[in-house]
């Protein structure tokens, strides 16, 4: 159900006040921090344009120091506030404190500003907004212009559900849709999709200035996606992930280093939209936002130099304290035993539907602790069973494959969704070892295939993949996961290729398996309908598994034959 927004009329308050004095002759300077708790009260604002200072019916909560020659904020202009202790400015969201609501229950005179030339928001306003105690609303500021002639900047007072869902295996998400009619790429209804451009029901064709209800979908690791009335994907606010967030001027696309279609200004087309893998966790409650606002820019023309744009891009606002998971974990199977037609048990309790060779059953999601695991054939007879620990946050796959001696066993391998990854440069601290990959595109390698004793996955000729530091592609063992730095983080949008080789303990690569049809980038896009461009990208990001199944052997049944498969463990 769409529901409409509440627009909080702007009110300029021309007001002149007196003051006066009196003569201290003694005074102090408390720097002790201050630790008594502030009440909040159920207005929170939400900062989509980049406001830095906040002023309340005349006080300063933040520190209002100016930026530098450059525009910029370091150390030399940040000075911490009661409010804002560690920066001094205004973040993405502030609780008002219940201090600044009056008797009649109203927030008066608030003003948002900005002293950096470089943050172009709103011109400066004065807003009263109405606080209800016992029904929150978050009021977003957001540059809006729905139909012609509308104020090019506004307050919308838009209801914060802070109830958890009715199962605390999930989570709840809303889509709001406060984007601007005059911007050049995404305009009109608005709609929520998972990673493949699957619709997400209750959750499409959101008018301007209206939200969907909130809906309930199981927690987990999500590349969420907002569609345009044109089906094209709407692009995540850029510049929280790093890299280069460069848009194609014709078609809103991002353009790159090199990896794409030769474009403009040294630029490549990669013909693909930011969207940031991100977990959503039990418990979860989440507005998916889209509206006018900063993170991109456009080329030049001049080789390398770009111009900053608003464009309706969308972000992920957590409605309430995102809740740490301590509970559960989540499971899934996958079935490479050749010629064998499996489903699977968790203590006792089917997971998924009978599974054909090479196929895989959606995610479970269990209390953790050690659970039993069962593949059983299509006539209910015992193929294999084993013990699993999960601890909380797990992401692991379960495969049944045929050993060496023809009997099926179980391997687990454990998927790092958090995408976050150690880089071996810790600086003095270690503070610098650890970073996240909010858009990756990484694969690990497994092997399956009974007939050889190892293998090796390379890149054309053999060569190392591109982002290749660890072993994870090296001497991979029958059934037996890389533990230690498994992945291949690949540049996004790479058209790399990927080979497997027959190798030996001092032999590397190996022989070429060049019966196996080598996959191309191209493989690991879910869905090529999506793509409303004129070429498709080179690839999708994701976080996958590349396995090579079936069997070496002459004669055995075609759809036995050895091969390689990708599961994509995001959605």
Not at 379 to 402: F, R
Not at 408 to 426: D, M
Not at 436 to 444: A, E, K, L, S
């Amino acid at each position: 159900m769409n529901r409409s927004f509440t627009y909080i009329y702007i009110t300029l308050l021309f007001a002149a006040g007196m003051s006066s004095c009196s003569k201290k002759l003694d005074f102090s300077y408390d720097n002790r921090p201050v630790t008594q708790p502030a009440t909040n009260s159920g207005t929170r604002l939400i900062n989509l344009p980049g406001a830095t200072e906040l002023q309340i019916n005349g006080t300063k909560l933040t520190s209002f120091l100016k930026p530098d020659v450059e525009g910029t904020y370091g150390p030399d202009q940040t000075m911490g506030t009661v409010y804002f202790p560690e920066s001094g400015r205004l973040g993405l969201t502030y609780t008002i404190p219940q201090q600044f609501v009056n008797a009649q229950g109203m927030i008066e005179d608030l003003r948002l500003s900005s002293l950096s030339p470089k943050i172009y928001i709103p011109a400066e306003r004065s807003f009263n907004l109405k606080d209800n105690p016992t029904s929150p609303f978050d009021y977003y500021y957001t540059y809006y212009s729905p139909t012609a002639g509308s104020l090019p900047d506004s307050l919308f007072a838009i209801p914060r559900g802070i109830s958890p869902s009715s199962n605390p295996e999930n989570c709840k998400i809303r889509l709001l849709n406060l984007s601007s009619a005059s911007d050049h790429y995404h305009t009109g209804a608005m709609s929520l999709s998972w990673a493949d451009g699957t619709l997400i029901a209750g959750a499409g064709n959101i008018a301007p200035g209206a939200y969907s209800d909130y809906i309930e979908i199981p927690y987990g690791s999500y590349q969420l996606k907002v569609l345009d009335n044109a089906g094209k994907e709407v692009p995540a606010k850029g510049n929280t992930g790093g890299g280069v967030y460069v848009l194609n001027p014709q078609t809103g696309t991002l353009m790159g280093a090199g990896n794409g279609t030769p474009g403009v200004g040294g630029f490549a087309d990669d013909w693909l939209n930011y969207s940031p893998l991100k977990t959503y966790q039990p418990g979860g409650v989440y507005t998916i936002v889209v509206a006018s606002i900063p993170g991109y820019s456009n080329p030049t023309g001049s080789p390398g130099e770009t111009v900053g744009i608003y464009t309706n891009a969308f972000q992920v606002i957590s409605d309430v304290s995102e809740p740490v998971n301590i509970t559960y974990a989540r499971l899934q199977a996958v079935n490479v035993l050749p010629g064998k037609e499996v489903h699977w048990q968790v203590d006792g309790t089917a997971l998924g539907s009978t599974l054909v060779f090479t196929g895989q059953t959606a995610y479970g999601r269990y209390v953790t602790g050690t659970h039993t695991l069962k593949a059983l054939d299509a006539q209910g007879a015992m193929l294999a069973e084993a013990p699993w620990q999960l601890s909380p946050g797990d992401n692991i796959t379960a495969w049944v494959y045929a050993g060496k001696n023809g009997q099926a066993a179980i391997s687990f391998s454990a998927n790092n969704l958090s995408t976050k990854f150690n880089t071996g440069v810790s600086g003095n601290d270690g503070s610098y070892a650890d970073v996240q990959d909010v858009y990756p595109y990484w694969m690990r390698f497994m092997n399956f295939c009974a007939d050889l004793d190892e293998v090796t996955f390379t890149a054309d000729n053999g060569q190392a993949f591109a982002g290749s530091t660890g072993s994870g592609r090296l001497h991979l063992a029958l059934g037996v996961p890389v533990t230690e730095d498994p992945y291949i983080r690949q540049v996004v949008n790479s058209a790399t290729r990927v080979l497997v080789y027959a190798s030996k303990p001092d032999v590397l690569p190996g022989d070429w398996l060049s019966a196996i049809t080598p996959l191309k980038g191209t493989d690991f896009i879910a869905n090529t309908a999506l793509y409303k461009t004129p070429l498709l990208p080179n690839s999708e990001p994701g976080i996958y598994t590349v396995a090579l199944v079936g069997s070496t052997r002459a004669g055995v049944p075609p759809g036995e034959k050895a091969r390689m498969i990708i599961i994509k463990h995001n959605r």
